[in-house]
């Protein structure tokens, strides 16, 4: 099979192809690894390959009820641990600790039949929202290289955007499914709290706002995965009940009408680029033209008090990373980033009572967004409030990484999340994308769709927010906007 053709077929597709006998799953393998080499010096998507093992797997055969039999794929190099294999977190740390077992969305990955050939790239702990760590180097989007594919699923998106697998792994804490996928032209779903097991070793990660997940070139390719990873687990918290249909099917019904209501303005009153509105008035009139009921609406929630509660819980979940990675693997506080030294400097300095004050406010937002769904099925907003930033663009300035470490070695980081100078940095990298932790905290699903480009050519996609257990409503209002603005087939020229 040539890549061109390769690119005409998603996940589902190819798994059909190789079910009927029309191609082998070694003959997929070849072409998405060739083209995983091409790509691999103009985008720097990968942390790890795993041919051999790929190449193994396919000589083993498949069982005849694996959905995805064949189809090549990527994890995420960050919480996706595969047994015997370490796990970077984009981190020179992080290696040093090597997984006993696989993480569960890994074991369903491997039981659909899903062929793992490789590990991609994320931020150090995917606490940014661009792939560029200082250990394994920046992650360039395949439609821009100068340009960031966003974070911290960038190497998966980068990858899937530049036709190496039609879907791919990718995990959201705080947007990084659906700002990687909007980076790169890309569908990208946030599954609700609970929905997907973090487990065998991780709970709830940051209080079930971390969500697993893919980015895909298809809704149906999006769907098909949820079906493969959604459903209990002996070892996890909770779980919702298995939905009255899969995923799959239910894309084969129409969406219902809705009511949308739609906010461009940015939840922390930081500017917000004329691409970003044009991006969503354009969506609220496609929806319209599909006899939806479309309206501006105030935001649903206290955007401020939001970010705010999510940016201390952040530092706080970074202080306890560190932390224990010092205690288990020995790691002294220079080998990580700067950045992630002075978020976890300022997550130290959070007294217990002040984070259990922060967790409870989570309600608060909870409230918000639950009685704007009682008047809308669905709040729209931009994904980020401007194009894809340029690669580099979003570093910390050096005063404050040497500020920093400065204040941590000396016990005043209290003193140091009080300053100016760490605010604006912090508030700067947060105002490119203050829409997403909205869905994080309160646990709801949202998507980002590929519905617009800028003049220049770059991907700037829109979120759908929906109340909870609203994943099979969101998949099918993508379906139908998939059907009436198709995107699979525009691809980069690279």
Known sequence: MKHSEYLQ?????????????????????????????????RLNAFTRRMDDAARQRCAQGFAADMPLAGVPFLTKDLFQDMAGLPSTGGSKVLPRHVPTQDSDVVRRWKDAGLVIFGKTNAPEFGARNVTEPKAYGPTLNP?????????????????????????????????????????????????????????????????????????SRSVRDTACML??????????????????????????????????????QSPIDTPVSPQAREAVEDAARLLASLGHHVEEVPLPFDGMALAQD???????????????????????????????????????????????????????????????????????????AAPPVKIGELDTPPLLQASSQLVDALGLSGWLRKTSLFQNSVLQNLAWTPYTQLANLTGRPAMSVPLHWTAQNLPLGVQFVAPLDGEALLLQLAAELEQARPWFNRRPNL
Not at 26 to 37: K, N, P
Not at 238 to 255: M, T
């Open 9 to 41: 077929h998603d996940a589902v597709g190819l798994a059909d192809l190789v079910r009927r006998g029309e191609v082998s799953a070694a003959e997929l393998l070849t072409v998405a690894t060739q083209r995983a080499d091409e790509i691999q010096p």
């Open 143 to 215: 439609w821009d290289t100068t340009r960031t594919p966003g974070g911290s699923s960038g190497g998966s998106a980068a990858a899937v955007a530049a036709g190496v697998v039609p879907v791919a792994g990718a995990n959201d804490g705080g947007g990084s499914i659906r700002i990687p996928a909007s980076c790169t032209g890309l569908f990208g779903l946030k599954p609700g709290r609970g929905r997907i097991s973090s487990g065998p070793d991780m709970g709830e990660p940051m209080n079930g706002a971390a969500v697993q997940g893919v980015v």
């Open 227 to 264: 079906d493969i990873l959604q459903g209990p687990e002996p070892h996890a918290p909770y779980h919702f009940a298995r939905p009255a249909e899969p995923y799959l099917q239910a894309l084969q019904r129409p969406v219902k009408r809705l009511r949308i209501g739609y906010t461009w």
């Open 310 to 384: 999510f940016l201390l819980t952040w530092f706080c979940v970074m202080a306890e990373l560190m932390d224990t990675l010092n205690d288990e693997l020995g790691a002294r506080r220079s080998e990580y980033e700067p950045d992630t030294q002075a978020m976890a400097a300022v997550g130290r300095s959070v007294s217990a009572v002040e984070l259990l004050r922060c967790n409870s406010r989570w309600h608060q937002h909870n409230v918000r967004i639950s009685q704007f769904h009682q008047r809308f099925d669905l709040w729209l907003s931009p994904t980020m």
